[in-house]
């Protein structure tokens, strides 16, 4: 049984329709970042990624085309609108032809306020910060994984929120820096922007002499009944090598797990920029425990147990090739999962202007 | 005398253009020594916001391939509240990506 909130499960449960919200939120975001351009580094910005994937669960394959635009529009010297929407459509084979769908949704709408050089305030509907991947490597052109991990939906909700949030870098030296996010979210059904009530936020220390995180999260679900969700994140870079190593714990109400994921670019061989340089070898470990039912909270039923080995490519003009094999463990059954994908990472001015 | 004021004048012209010689002299030193320190700050600079860059955003993802000059602020705007970057930080990558 394959319960992960994949990319295709983490948009399908943000059923929104961009129709005339975005149609009126580019509209806004053109004429205000006219206004804002009169710096002339600080032109709006429209960034984000493109991508094809293949995947197969248990011998049942998917083919996924998605797009996610990111708009960034500065406003004056102190304000910035973002937002990130995700386009996907999604095609199965089936014995007469293709089963397809297609989904639309905002991950973010915002208006921040660079209230200090500490302090930004941030409101509408935000990614919500609890844990680390969800803020930081839900792109599709950063994951090295098409799938998110098992543990995703703890303390996230439905991924974003709806109110307001603070945060920034609380302290910065050269020996260590401490960055912090909290929020307070609103119930909303609202089709567009759904979220539940919910208050939380995050604390993390870097020490960058190590190239170590170490953070912590919480979120209090504010609904019918009062739940509490914990984690905790390390992430370790070493100095001038170019492995990384992530890992992340969640706890809640029903369910904990963690997962640790690794990759390594072959940089030493030859430079990042020569063929074997390219080649990026991922893997990721992870382990799920199911402590009571909840068929709400976007999680996998039962116990899980999943490795995933990747081999990824970074081709030169910011196009990646993800590749992955994966076997899920749980009593009711093994799985194989393979993924293949190519992923268009483009980053622009929103329009053209005297260069 | 005639001669003697001849000599006087060619001494004290020579003595004039030694001196100003001299000082234009220094001066090119001074302004060389400025600019060299000039370049040895925006190379600080440069090392600085790299670094920052490194500690930053490489947790991430990698730099961009290339970067319009006219969107640089914007993205350091952007990844400033994305990454929770103070504002220092914030200008040293700035003046990494944009030098």
């Known amino acids: 049984m394959l319960t992960n909130m994949s990319l295709f499960s983490r948009v399908s449960w943000m ?139 703890i303390g996230i909700g439905t991924g974003s929120s709806s109110g307001f949030m603070v945060r920034g870098s609380a302290f910065s030296t050269q020996n260590y820096s401490i960055d912090y996010a909290a929020y307070f979210s609103c119930n909303s059904t609202n089709e567009q922007f759904q979220a539940t009530r919910a208050t939380g936020g995050r604390v993390g220390v870097y020490f960058p002499k190590k190239g170590l995180e170490v953070g912590t999260s919480y979120t209090r679900s504010l609904g019918e009944t009062e739940t509490n969700s914990y984690g905790v994140h390390l992430w370790w870079q070493p100095i001038d090598t170019p492995l990384r190593v992530r890992t992340e714990y969640a706890h809640s109400a029903h369910a904990a797990g963690y997962w640790i994921e690794t990759d390594y670019r072959l940089s030493h061989f030859g430079g990042p920029e020569s063929l074997i340089g390219r080649i990026e070898p991922v893997f990721r470990w992870q ?69 | 005398m005639r001669t003697r004021s001849w000599l006087l004048g060619f001494f004290g012209s020579t003595v004039l253009a030694i001196f100003l010689a001299i000082a234009q002299t220094s001066d090119a030193n001074a302004q060389q020594s400025n600019g060299q320190k000039k370049n040895a700050n925006a190379d600080n600079q440069q090392d600085e916001g790299e670094k920052k860059f490194q500690q930053n955003c490489s947790r991430c993802h990698n730099a961009p391939e290339s970067l319009s000059p006219r969107i640089a602020g914007t993205v350091i705007r952007h990844m400033r509240v994305r990454a929770s970057i103070s504002q220092k930080d914030a200008e040293a990558i700035l003046h990494y990506l944009n030098p």
């Open chain 1, 287 to 355: 382990q799920f425990f199911r402590n009571s039912p909840d068929p709400t909270d976007g999680l996998p039923s039962v116990d899980t147990n999943q490795v995933e080995f990747g081999l990824n490519y970074r081709l030169p003009h910011e196009i990646r090739i993800l590749t992955s094999y994966g076997r899920q463990f749980t009593p009711v059954g093994d799985l194989n999962t393979w993924r293949t994908g190519v992923v268009y990472r483009f980053l622009f001015p929103a329009w053209k202007g005297k260069s």
């Open chain 1, 15 to 153: 059923p929104y329709r961009l129709t005339g919200l975005l149609r009126t939120f580019l509209f806004i975001v053109c004429m205000l970042g006219s206004a804002a351009e009169a710096a002339s580094q600080e032109t709006p910005l429209l960034s984000g990624g493109m991508a094809f994937f293949t995947r197969t669960d248990g011998g049942n394959t998917s083919y996924i085309l998605t797009t996610s635009p990111v708009l960034a529009a500065p406003l004056g010297k102190s304000f910035l609108i973002e937002s990130r929407a995700n386009l996907l459509e999604d095609f199965s084979p089936t014995k007469s032809g293709y089963d397809t769908s297609h989904f639309t949704g905002l991950s973010y709408l915002q208006l921040d306020y660079l209230a200090t050089p500490h302090l930004t305030i941030s409101a509408g509907y935000f990614l919500t910060p609890f844990g680390t991947y969800n803020e930081r490597l839900s792109a599709i052109w950063i994951g090295n994984f098409q799938d998110s991990p098992l543990i995703f939906p």
